[in-house]
């Protein structure tokens, strides 16, 4: 099942702009995270969110997250052509009461930066 | 510290054969999952081990299995092979600690997995 899906699904900027990636959840979360795949490889973290945060910063990427409205943001400031690649929210799994094991991917934006 | 690995990168199989994918995680990392990503049905969660058992699993048929070796090393095997098992399978370690939800995960490259 899905819990996370982000919104849009494709984005399309020039480098210099800034690209802003949406995410709705479904259940109570503990923590919120953002991951990035470059074409057909494995995923790298980017940033974690607790619930009782509201927002965080890590160089050029901002993540805010609404626990009210159930839903979270990445924002890439001042893109370049190799933030190029499909970004994914992803939640732990309440329902197995609180091990650690997994996560809930949305089915990713994949954002194209054209130099 | 080296990252998680997977060999192999690349297969290709034919249908009602069965293959076996190995992961090796980061140094510490006691907890490996596995997921199944298509284009289809996204990233989804088949199963995860920690100190060599299997603590959770997801919505697979039993074809799919897993074990865990005392070093922390996991291999998958997916038996009886079928069109629809074509797919990038992702394996991803953490420390696994209990007392949080959604532990960072570092994943390895995965293996891309044909069927034929």
């Known amino acids: 099942s899905q819990q996370g899906e982000e919104d849009p699904q494709a984005l399309s900027i020039q480098e210099g702009e800034n690209a802003t990636m949406n995410c709705s959840y479904k259940t109570s979360i503990n923590n919120l995270q953002w991951y990035r795949q470059n074409s057909g490889r494995g995923l790298v973290h980017l940033i974690l969110i607790r619930s009782n945060e509201r927002e965080k910063h890590s160089g050029r990427l901002r993540v805010t997250l609404d626990t009210s409205k159930k839903s979270s943001s990445l924002l890439i400031t001042a893109s370049r052509a190799a933030d190029t690649a499909s970004y994914f929210c992803?939640?732990?799994?309440?329902?197995?009461?609180?091990?650690?094991?997994?996560?809930?991917f949305g089915k990713g934006t994949k954002l194209s930066v054209k130099p | 510290k080296a990252g998680v690995t997977q060999t192999p990168r690349y297969l290709i199989k034919t249908r009602g054969q069965q293959v076996t994918l190995s992961c090796s995680p980061i140094s510490g990392h006691r907890s490996v999952s596995w997921y199944q990503q298509t284009p289809g049905q996204g990233l989804q969660f088949l199963f995860e081990y920690f100190s060599e058992t299997q603590r959770n699993k997801g919505n697979f048929p039993g074809r799919f299995s897993g074990r865990q070796f005392s070093n922390s090393r996991s291999e998958m095997n997916v038996s009886t092979l079928e069109l629809g098992d074509s797919a990038l399978y992702l394996c991803?370690?953490?420390?696994?600690?209990?007392?949080?939800?959604?532990?960072?995960?570092?994943f390895g490259p995965g293996t891309r997995l044909l069927v034929l």
């Open positions: 991803a370690s953490s420390f696994g600690l209990a007392g949080g939800w959604g532990e960072t995960q570092y």
């Open positions: 992803a939640t732990g799994d309440m329902n197995y009461g609180g091990s650690q094991g997994n996560l809930i």
